[in-house]
């Protein structure tokens, strides 16, 4: 048999606990809706340098009143909501995509792979030491270069990903709080 005191200290408790069980059936929700949306972007064949995917994480707020789900890239958003025409982005990024993605490989007649061996070399003014540049990165330069002016020129579409994941969570995330709520409450009594 309990005494009343301790009873009372239970009593107080239980909020503690409660808030607890809600927060790890959150955060299970959270690590679901993060593995949705990175299946939506490989179905979006969004995948071209893996950095969108791979800065996919979940964070606990620091109150541990609930969780985000962050995609820690800035092509994230632009995935999401699609660019609109107007400024020419950064080529940077895009050139990793196309070399990524192959697109300024050259070829010989037999239709073998060229090496991208250094054929072209440069000194620079800054350190005035000598670089050699290869013929396939100026190829791929310029086609991150027209990719980039074209992006600008015509933007892009949206390919939502993390908003579906989070919209076809929402139940999910419901009966998973509830299951531990339940569960905390059957074990508390005990």
């Given at each position: 048999?309990?005494?009343?005191?301790d009873?009372?200290?239970?009593?107080r408790s239980?909020?503690?606990?409660?808030?607890?069980?809600?927060?790890r059936?959150i955060?299970?929700?959270?690590?679901?809706?993060l593995?949705d949306?990175?299946r939506?972007?490989?179905?979006?064949?969004?995948?071209?340098?893996?950095?969108?995917i791979?800065?996919?994480?979940?964070?606990?707020?620091?109150?541990g009143?609930?969780?985000?789900?962050?995609?820690?890239v800035?092509q994230?958003?632009?995935v999401?909501?699609?660019?609109k025409?107007?400024?020419?982005?950064?080529?940077?990024?895009?050139?990793?995509?196309?070399?990524?993605?192959?697109?300024?490989?050259?070829y010989t007649?037999?239709?073998r792979?060229?090496?991208?061996?250094?054929?072209?070399?440069?000194?620079?003014l800054?350190?005035?030491?000598?670089?050699?540049?290869?013929?396939?990165?100026?190829?791929?330069?310029?086609?991150?270069?027209?990719i980039?002016?074209?992006?600008?020129?015509?933007?892009?579409?949206?390919?939502?990903?993390?908003?579906?994941?989070?919209?076809?969570?929402e139940?999910k995330?419901?009966?998973?709080?509830?299951?531990?709520?339940?569960k905390?409450?059957?074990?508390?009594?005990?």
């Open positions: 048999m309990r005494s009343y005191e009873c009372r200290k239970r009593i239980f909020d503690k606990v409660i808030r607890g069980a809600a927060m059936g955060k299970s929700s959270a690590v679901n809706v593995g949306s990175q939506n972007i490989k179905a979006h064949d969004s995948i071209a340098t893996a950095q969108l791979n800065s996919g994480k979940t964070k606990s707020s620091m109150s009143q609930y969780v985000d789900v962050i995609y820690n800035i994230a958003f632009f999401e909501f699609g660019r025409a107007g400024k020419i982005p950064p080529y940077e990024p895009i050139l990793q995509w196309v070399h990524k993605r192959g697109i300024a490989a050259t007649k037999s239709g792979k060229r090496s991208s061996g250094a054929r072209y070399a440069y000194t620079s800054k350190t005035r030491k000598t670089h050699k540049v290869s013929n396939y990165w100026k190829q791929a330069t310029s086609a991150a270069i027209a980039a002016k074209s992006i600008g020129k015509r933007g892009t579409p949206a390919k939502p990903f993390l908003h579906p994941a989070l919209r076809s969570n139940t995330t419901l009966s998973l709080v509830k299951q531990e709520i339940d905390t409450i059957q074990s508390y009594g005990k």
